[in-house]
C-alpha cells in the first residue's frame, strides 16, 4: 500500500556526488532498480534521472523496516532517509559506487506492476511495445541520458547565438498554406467554414519578413510539421534550429554556424570538429561522392573513366552504349575487395539495381585477372585500368554505366553501403562539410516539363548566372549552401531572393501564373516594396544533431514521444477519429472511404 510522503523533503537527486558526503543524513527518492535479499542484509538499488545509488537496509534494522523493504519490487517509488557511508565494496561501474546509504527510514510512495519489458539500457525489447510505453522506456538509463544531453544541447545552443547577437522570437504555429515542396497539416477553422491553417513546414517567410522588420539576426527554436514518407532521420513533427541574418553573403552565414556547431559539440559531448570545415561545390561532389551529402569518414572516390582508352575501345556493349548516349563509366575501387565473394559482389548489384542501374560489371586485376567482364580485358589492358584507378592486385574494381547523374547516385549510394558492409565506418568518427552551389532548378519526371526548385522558391541565384535564368534555367546555381555531417544532411540554408521583381521571376519559371503568385505570396511581394535589406540564413535539424553528436541509431532515439514510420503515436493511439458532434462544429463532411474507416474501426 503507498504511504504518504508527508514530513520528508528530497535532499538531492541520486547520483548528484557533490551532495553525499559520508556521514551526511540525506532523503532520496525515486524508482527501485534492482532488490537483492541476502537475509541478514537487503540491497536496493534506487535511481532516478542522474543516476543510481545503493541502499542497503542491515540485519540490525527494525523488523517492521526489513519487512517493508523485502515486500518492495522493481520500479516501485520509493522515499529512503539515512546516512551515507563510503561502501566496502566498491563499485566502479556506478557514477555513486563509491558510497551507499545505510537506510533508517523507507517508504513506498507507489507500487508497480511488472513492466512488459526490463528498465535496461540496450534493450532488446521490440520497438512497437517500447514506443506503446515509452514512459516506460524514457526510464532506461541510455534513453534517459539521450533525452538530458539533447537539453544540454538546446542550451549551449541558445547561449552562443544569443552571444552572437541574436533575437529569439516566436512566429506563429497557425498560418497560410503555401506550396513549400511538401504537404501542409492542415487545420480547419471554426470561424471561417471552408478556410483552413496550416502548420508550418517552417518559418521560412516569417523570418524573411522579421529581417525586412529590421531585427538583424533572429533564432528559433522551431517546431515544424510535413505530411510526407518517413525514414529513420524524419518524423511528421520536428525540430530545427532556424536562423536568419541581414546584409550578409554566404561565407558570413556559414562561418557563423560552423562555429556554432563546433562549440556546441565541444562543450556538451567533447567532440572536436577543425575549423574551417571543408566546402565542396555540388558539382564536385556528385563527381567525387555521387552524393550531395557526402561521407567523408573513409576514402573510396568515385572515377569517371569514360574517356580511358582502355574503357572506350573494350567492345563492352554497356559501355558503348552510354558512351554513344552522352553517359558516362563511372568506377569505385573497394580496397581488398577482391575477398568478396561472388555471392557478396551478386549481392552488391541487386542492391545498386534499386537505385536504376542496369548491373554492376566488375573485375579484380590479380594476377590472376577475374571479373564479370574479364573476357574483354587483356592483361596489359586491365594493368593501365588499375594503374590509371590506382587499383591494386587484390581491390575490385566496380563499373556503373549509363545516363551521367544516374550512374553518380548508383554509384555513390554503393560507396557507403560496401563502407559499411565492410566496416570502413568509424563510428567515433565526424567529418563535417559544406556543400556550395547548387542548382536553382531541377527538372521534373519525364513527361513533366515544369521546372523545380532545388531548395526552395526564395533561393537567390548566383550573381553571376542571373543572365541566363529565363534562356538556360537548368544551369543557374543558387547561393545555397548545406551542412552536412557524416554523410547526413544537418541542414541547409541560402540567400535570399530580396527584390519583388525576381522574386516574381522566380515564381514565374516555376509555373506560377501572375495571379497565382499574388494569392499564394502576395503579402511577401508587398512587403518587398518597402525596403527590402538582402539577407539569407539556414536551418539544421535539431533532432538529427542530437542522433549524430550522441551516437543514436535513428531520431526516435532523441524524441521524447516520437511517431513511428505511418506518422502514427503508438502510446496515444493518434490520429485517431473524433466525435461527429466535433466534425459537425467544424462544418467537415467525411468522404465515403473515411466514413467507411471509422465505421469499421480502421482508422
Request: charged share 25%; with cysteine; proline share 7%.
Given at each position: ?490 541542414g541547409g540554408g541560402s540567400i535570399r531572393i530580396h527584390e519583388s521583381d525576381l522574386q516574381q521571376r522566380m515564381l514565374a519559371l516555376l509555373g506560377f501564373t501572375e495571379e497565382e503568385a499574388r494569392a499564394s505570396f502576395g503579402f511577401l511581394l508587398e512587403a518587398f516594396r518597402y525596403g527590402a535589406p538582402p539577407h539569407g540564413g539556414l536551418a539544421f535539424g535539431l533532432d538529427r ?59
Amino acid at each position: 500500500m503507498a504511504q504518504s510522503m508527508t514530513g520528508l523533503v528530497r535532499s538531492c537527486r541520486c547520483a548528484e556526488l557533490e551532495h553525499l558526503i559520508p556521514g551526511r543524513h540525506v532523503t532520496l527518492m525515486g524508482w527501485c532498480h534492482h532488490i537483492r535479499d541476502l537475509g541478514r542484509m537487503l540491497f536496493i538499488t534506487l535511481r532516478d534521472r542522474s543516476g543510481e545509488i545503493q541502499l542497503i537496509v542491515e540485519d540490525q534494522a527494525s523488523d517492521g523496516l526489513r519487512a517493508l523493504a523485502a515486500s518492495v519490487r522493481p520500479e516501485y517509488v520509493l522515499a529512503a532517509s539515512g546516512r551515507i557511508r563510503e561502501r566496502s565494496d566498491p563499485n566502479p561501474r556506478m557514477a555513486t559506487g563509491q558510497i551507499e546509504l545505510v537506510v533508517e527510514d523507507l517508504r513506498i510512495l507507489s507500487e508497480s506492476e511488472t513492466p512488459p519489458f526490463y528498465i535496461e539500457p540496450d534493450s532488446e525489447a521490440n520497438e512497437a511495445l517500447r514506443l506503446s510505453h515509452r514512459y516506460l522506456d524514457l526510464r532506461r538509463p541510455d534513453q534517459a541520458r539521450r533525452i538530458m544531453q539533447r537539453d544540454r544541447i538546446v542550451l549551449a545552443i541558445r547561449r552562443y547565438f544569443a552571444d552572437e547577437g541574436f533575437v529569439d522570437i516566436e512566429t506563429p504555429m497557425l498560418g497560410r498554406s503555401t506550396p513549400e515542396g511538401a504537404r501542409d497539416y492542415l487545420v480547419p477553422s471554426r470561424v471561417r467554414p471552408g478556410s483552413f491553417y496550416a502548420l508550418p513546414q517552417s518559418p521560412q517567410l516569417y523570418k524573411q519578413l522579421l529581417m525586412l522588420a529590421g531585427f538583424d539576426r533572429y533564432i528559433q527554436i522551431a517546431r515544424c510539421f510535413r505530411d510526407e514518407d518517413l525514414r529513420a532521420d524524419r518524423q511528421p513533427e520536428f525540430t530545427q534550429v532556424d536562423l536568419e541574418m541581414s546584409f550578409v553573403g554566404p561565407n558570413e552565414v556559414m562561418d557563423t554556424v560552423e562555429r556554432g556547431v563546433a562549440k556546441v559539440a565541444a562543450e556538451t559531448c567533447g567532440i572536436e570538429i577543425p575549423l574551417p570545415l571543408p566546402r565542396l561545390t555540388w558539382d564536385e561532389a556528385m563527381r567525387r561522392f555521387g552524393s550531395d551529402k557526402p561521407d567523408l569518414r573513409f576514402d573510396m572516390e568515385l572515377q569517371d573513366v569514360s574517356s580511358q582508352p582502355v574503357i572506350t575501345g573494350a567492345g563492352f556493349g554497356p559501355f558503348d552504349e552510354a558512351l554513344a548516349a552522352d553517359g558516362s563509366v563511372i568506377v569505385l575501387v573497394v580496397p581488398d575487395g577482391g575477398r568478396l565473394s561472388r555471392r557478396e559482389i551478386d549481392d552488391l548489384a541487386n542492391f545498386v539495381r534499386t537505385y536504376r542501374l542496369g548491373g554492376l560489371p566488375w573485375l579484380v586485376p590479380g594476377p590472376p585477372l577475374r571479373g564479370s567482364i574479364r573476357k574483354f580485358f587483356d592483361d596489359a589492358a586491365t594493368a593501365g585500368l588499375a594503374s590509371a584507378v590506382g587499383a591494386g592486385a587484390n581491390d575490385l574494381i566496380l563499373f556503373g554505366c549509363g545516363p551521367t547523374s544516374l550512374v553518380q547516385t548508383a554509384m555513390g549510394q554503393l560507396r557507403v553501403e560496401v563502407a559499411s558492409r565492410m566496416g570502413m565506418i568509424d563510428p567515433d568518427r565526424h567529418e563535417l562539410l559544406w556543400v556550395t552551389e547548387f542548382p536553382l532548378f531541377e527538372a521534373g519526371e519525364p513527361g513533366d516539363d515544369r521546372l523545380y526548385a532545388k531548395h526552395h522558391p526564395f533561393t537567390r541565384p548566383l550573381d553571376a548566372d542571373m543572365d541566363r535564368l529565363e534562356t538556360d534555367p537548368l544551369s543557374v546555381r543558387a547561393a545555397a549552401y548545406d551542412i552536412i555531417m557524416d554523410g547526413v544532411e544537418l541542414g541547409g540554408g541560402s540567400i535570399r531572393i530580396h527584390e519583388s521583381d525576381l522574386q516574381q521571376r522566380m515564381l514565374a519559371l516555376l509555373g506560377f501564373t501572375e495571379e497565382e503568385a499574388r494569392a499564394s505570396f502576395g503579402f511577401l511581394l508587398e512587403a518587398f516594396r518597402y525596403g527590402a535589406p538582402p539577407h539569407g540564413g539556414l536551418a539544421f535539424g535539431l533532432d538529427r544533431f542530437v542522433m549524430l553528436l550522441t551516437g543514436a541509431r535513428n531520431i526516435r532515439e532523441v524524441i521524447a514521444f516520437p511517431k513511428v514510420q505511418s506518422a502514427a503515436d503508438l502510446m496515444t493511439g493518434a490520429p485517431a477519429p473524433v466525435a461527429p458532434e466535433q466534425l459537425e462544429e467544424l462544418d467537415l463532411l467525411l468522404g465515403p472511404t473515411a466514413a467507411q474507416a471509422v465505421t469499421a474501426g480502421e482508422s
